[in-house]
């Protein structure tokens, strides 16, 4: 078993190292000190305009998970970018409250968002984000400014956003973005009760309960304890998640 877990990490890595480092301006709301932002891009081997994802990692910033899900929208036709709101502001953590918090990193998707509508063989009316915990609140923060006067700039908005177990504050009944939430019944981190009353009430949110399941139910690792939370990967809600992500955003994004 630990050999397997080895070459998996090992794979993961590699895949990590497959994406193209890039950096653009960051919006002028909540920007890193150099006003840059740094993210990896995995583009597919298919003529544009094609649809694209923005992935946000969680607090403890972007892990081979994300880029794993990176590697297998680009083999799916989606240009995905990896958006490293943490590097890009030279830190490792924001678990406790630190700096970039979920205002910075829905800020760093914006961000994102205008620098692929200027990216050629990219459809800017067809782009999705994707989070994980704290960049899942990002991508709750995002979806909702539709429904805000507020419009940074006349910048182009998201088509729709996957918010993984996140923190519910930010969920917002009035959004107008489509907007798929994978919760954690047993969360003790963030708490899925509120998302399900959005969900109750939006025209435009879809939630799902994994029973059972646990904070980080996608990430693989054994029953752990981390700042007083319980994580633990549970496969059966991993794969049914991942099949709700990956049709959600053919629905959303190609009209399938």
Known sequence: ???VAVLQAMLLTLVGCAGTRVDFPATRVYPPASGKLVADVFRPDTPGPMPAVVLLGPCGGVTDHEYGWAARLRDRGYLAIVVQSLASRGVTNACRGEV??????????????????????VDATRVAVIGWSHGAGAALDVSRLSARDYDYEGWPRFRAAVAYYPPCEFADVLTKT?????????????????????????????ARMYAGALHAFDQPGPL???????????????????????????RELRGR
């Open 1 to 3: 078993m630990r050999t």
């Open 100 to 121: 970039p918090q979920v205002p910075h990193v829905a800020a760093d998707a914006l961000a994102a968002l205008r620098w692929l509508s200027m990216q050629p063989g």
């Open 178 to 206: 489509p907007t798929l939430i994978l919760l954690a019944e047993q969360d003790d981190w963030t708490p899925p009760g509120r998302c399900q009353g959005v969900e109750r009430d939006a025209e435009n949110v879809t």
């Open 224 to 250: 752990r304890t981390y700042l007083g939370h319980r994580l633990a990967y549970d496969p059966t809600a991993t794969n049914s998640a991942m099949q709700e992500t990956l049709g959600f955003l053919d």
